[in-house]
């Protein structure tokens, strides 16, 4: 499975980015997606996740402010961010956990996300 992220940039804090990475190369149906972050020094964290009927799972952090969502005919995950803080810069990597038919952690190139306060 190849995926390839796009959408970050640098804006101000309280401005809006939408990520969006496409998976390909995957021979049966994706059920999870993710979007992990990580910040200069900090640990890798998961910041939303999505299964292929819709389930949401979201990092308390970003709960009322990010929307993950995804195109499952498409084979392409979203991450609206809104009201976006300065502590939200981060790389932010697209993710597709072991599970049916996906044998591997697979990652993303990352793309990052500056916020400016």
């Known amino acids: 499975v190849q995926l390839q992220a796009s959408g970050g940039g640098l804006v101000q804090a309280g401005e809006s980015l939408r990520l969006s990475c496409v998976a390909s190369?995957?021979?049966?149906?994706?059920?999870?997606m993710g979007w992990y972050r990580q910040a200069p020094g900090k640990q890798r964290e998961l910041v939303a996740a999505?299964?292929?009927?819709?389930?949401?799972n979201y990092a308390d952090s970003v709960k009322g402010r990010f929307t993950i969502s995804r195109d499952n005919a498409k084979n392409t995950v979203y991450l609206q961010m809104n009201s976006l803080k300065p502590e939200d810069t981060a790389v932010y990597y697209c993710?597709?956990?072991?599970?049916?038919?996906?044998?591997?952690?697979?990652w993303g190139q990352g793309t990052l996300v500056t916020v400016s306060s």
């Open positions: 999505i299964t292929s009927g819709g389930s949401t």
């Open positions: 190369g995957n021979r049966f149906n994706i059920n999870v």
């Open positions: 993710n597709v956990p072991p599970g049916v038919g996906v044998m591997y952690d697979y």
